[in-house]
Nanobody, 125 residues
Framework: QVQLVESGGGLVQAGGSLRLSCAAS????????MGWFRQAPGKERELVAA????????YYTVSVKGRFTISRDNAKNTVALQMNSLKPEDTAVYYC??????????????????WGQGTQVTVSS
């Protein structure tokens, strides 16, 4: 079992930046792929960014490439999502998620089994 706690959401104007952080409880954190999902009202949850267990490989959905950066610190059991050039369409509840990273499965939504409580990100126009 992995417990995840997010922080860093909030309200920002379009073009601004936010940094989300996620702290994981488990000692074997480094075995897990880590991802950030988001869900906007009336839409399905989508995988926004993910990082492999080692941090060497990352995935981004097309709409955030070049604007968002995911990173992890296995010594501190944390993962972060730096979000720049935010747009109103980035408004959503953002969730940190973890799953065992089998054979570079970090980019697959089905990999993720453990979820944080979510943090609201609102981008005003």
């Amino acid at each position: 079992q992995v417990q995840l706690v997010e922080s860093g959401g909030g309200l920002v104007q379009a073009g601004g930046s936010l940094r989300l952080s996620c702290a994981a409880s488990r000692r074997s954190f480094s075995y897990y792929a880590m991802g950030w999902f988001r869900q906007a009202p009336g839409k399905e949850r989508e995988l926004v960014a993910a990082v492999s267990w080692s941090g060497a490989s990352t995935y981004y959905t097309v709409s955030v490439k070049g604007r968002f950066t995911i990173s992890r610190d296995n010594a501190k059991n944390t993962v972060a999502l730096q979000m720049n050039s935010l747009k109103p369409e980035d408004t959503a509840v953002y969730y940190c998620a973890a799953g065992i990273d089998y054979s570079d499965s970090y980019s697959l939504p089905a990999t993720y089994r453990y979820w944080g409580q979510g943090t609201q990100v609102t981008v005003s126009s």
